[in-house]
């Protein structure tokens, strides 16, 4: 295991090298100076020369390159060039609204997924199957952003019960002290608050869980019809236990591992998925500021976020590697 962890850990560091070169030098190719779009109309040549040199960008792509990944292994991203602040300063000022607007995705996603899953599962051979499958194709044939243009009209607009924009109601007492404030209202028992943020994201997040929730569906029915016919299940039956102990009891804990997989891999492109939502529904995470940057061609607060993205990716699939590995036995000891 030990030695397992230690070439993913290296396997990660060479990944994050390659994406922080890609970004860097990609991003420095494309046509447009970032120092004349942050100047008014009459700044002078001098002007855009002493802002060039601020920035570093009068040097080489490589030396700019060599300068930056030197900055970054001390901790410093950068100054954006928009927003005349540190990078990481910025970054992870808006990192907390996306890892709750992704956690609460998938926690819908999981629960609408694992359902359809379990009842169709229940109900096997039948119309509620059919159903369900029918129900899933449909959640799959629609990207995310697109079921969110039909949230925010049904939900939002003819039927306006959730919000549609923001992350919370600016005229609310806001007493964080961290920018997790689903969390940090939680903690603090603020259930006006709780309700208020819950209300901003539920659009956002259930945006995003449908095609995931038709994923997991789809992946653990297949799993439990496959157990079902395992001799283990057979003999629960025999035994007398109902369909609904066998299922839940018997074929579940067996048959959730490659579902566990899919979503611990699926997440990471959950995350990657708020940039366009998060832009729908004006929500103040990451990805909208990840598209400001790119309007912008701010060129440090992109590779940022880009390099803090690439991390969660990295992060998160490793993660899932070793808990698949500690829940089976057969890879924990071989």
Do not use: C
């Not at 300063?89 to 999981?110: D, Y």
Request: aromatic share 8%.
């Amino acid at each position: 295991m030990f030695r397992t962890v230690l070439m993913r850990l290296v396997t990660t560091a060479i990944t994050l090298l390659g994406v922080a070169v890609i970004v860097f030098f990609v991003i420095r190719v494309v046509p447009g100076n970032p120092i004349a779009m942050m100047l008014p109309p009459g700044a002078t040549e001098a002007d855009v020369a002493r802002l060039t040199e601020l920035y570093g960008l009068d040097k080489s792509i490589p030396a700019q390159f060599v300068i930056w990944l030197g900055g970054v292994m001390q901790g410093d991203f950068g100054t954006s060039i928009t927003a005349r602040q540190p990078v990481l300063t910025l970054v992870l000022g808006r990192l907390p609204a996306t890892l709750e607007l992704s956690v609460m995705a998938l926690i819908l996603a999981m629960a609408m997924g694992g359902g359809a899953a379990l009842l169709g599962t229940l109900r096997r051979g039948g119309r509620t199957e059919a159903a369900i499958d029918i129900g899933n194709g449909m959640a799959l044939s629609v990207p995310d952003f697109l079921w969110g243009l039909v949230l925010i009209l049904g939900l939002g607009v003819f039927w306006p019960i959730f919000h549609i924009s923001g992350r919370i109601t600016p005229s609310l007492d806001l007493p964080f002290v961290t920018n997790f404030y689903l969390f940090e209202s939680l903690v603090r028992l603020r259930l006006d608050l709780l309700a208020d943020i819950a209300g901003h994201m539920f659009l956002p997040a259930l945006a995003l869980a449908i095609p995931l929730a038709a994923i997991i569906g789809q992946l653990l029915k297949q799993s439990l019809k496959e157990t079902m016919h395992l001799d283990y299940v057979t003999l629960s039956r025999t035994k007398g236990y109902s369909e609904t102990h066998v299922i839940l009891r018997e074929a579940l804990p067996n048959a959730i591992l490659p579902t566990l997989t899919l979503v611990g891999v699926q997440f990471t492109f959950l995350i990657g998925g708020t940039v366009i939502i998060e832009r729908l529904f004006s929500y103040e995470g990451l990805g909208n500021m990840a598209i400001d940057a790119v309007i912008n061609r701010d060129l440090p607060l992109i590779q940022g976020i880009v390099i803090l993205f690439a991390v969660l990716f990295t992060g998160v699939n490793l993660l899932v590697d070793l808990t698949y590995a500690a829940l089976n036995p057969r890879l924990r000891h071989g």
